[in-house]
T-cell receptor
């Protein structure tokens, strides 16, 4: 049973527009959420995180929104750039920090394609 | 470069052979993690060290998998008697031990192909 779900395997967005990637989770114990970006044959690169005590966190072009009641989070990228084309993973943790004994639980990823 | 370092980056081995991967975490990070990623899936947590203590190993995939971090610095992941189903990317990650908002940083991964 997948506890973190990314229901869109791929998403195509025009350069300069907003990209919105979605993630749903089922475990109500999760209290820390992260987004990672991954290029082929490389490890995931940390993008942005959010604690469950917040509903929004912003870092440059990246904003993560958390809706705890809906168990839903989203990553907004604006404006989208060609270099943003990659696979994006949503991850969650039920520890006091982003890791700990249970590690992170990842979704299957969404392949974002930025079209010129 | 002060990121998480993994080697070898690629390993092709025959079924039944043993393989070992090494991970050097970011210095000052006392937490170290191993994950596995297969095609079309997100990374899957395997095991976790805090300094030299392995605090979680029940998620290792079978008794053929073992990990060590003898001096609390680098770590090794060994797979004995490899099987074709072990073919995957093995990811190491590290994080500092602070109270809130730890971020886990991943290495570039070690690709294993079992033929």
């Amino acid at each position: 049973d997948q506890q973190v779900k990314q229901n869109s395997p791929s998403l195509s967005v025009q350069e300069g527009r907003i990209s919105i990637l979605n993630c749903d989770y089922t475990n109500s114990m999760f209290d820390y959420f992260l987004w990672y970006k991954k290029y082929p044959a490389e490890g995931p690169t940390f993008l942005i995180s959010i604690s469950s005590i917040k509903d929004k966190n912003e870092d440059g072009r990246f904003t993560v929104f958390l809706n705890k009641s809906a168990k839903h989070l989203s990553l907004h990228i604006v404006p989208s750039q060609p270099g943003d084309s990659a696979v994006y993973f949503c991850a969650a943790s039920d520890g006091p920090s982003g890791g700990g004994a249970d590690g992170l639980t990842f979704g299957k990823g969404t392949h974002l394609i930025i079209q010129p | 470069d002060t990121g998480v370092s993994q080697n070898p980056r690629h390993k092709i081995t025959k079924r039944g052979q043993n393989v070992t991967f090494r991970c050097d975490p970011i210095s000052e990070h006392n937490r170290l993690y191993w994950y596995r990623q297969t095609l079309g899936q997100g990374p899957e947590f395997l095991t976790y060290f805090q300094n030299e203590a392995q605090l979680e190993k029940s998620r290792l995939l079978s008794d053929r998998f073992s990990a060590e971090r003898p001096k609390g610095s680098f770590s090794t992941l060994e797979i004995q008697r490899t099987e074709q189903g072990d073919s995957a990317m093995y990811l190491c990650a590290s994080s500092p031990n602070t109270i809130s908002g730890n971020t886990i940083y991943f290495g570039e991964g070690s690709w294993l192909t079992v033929v």
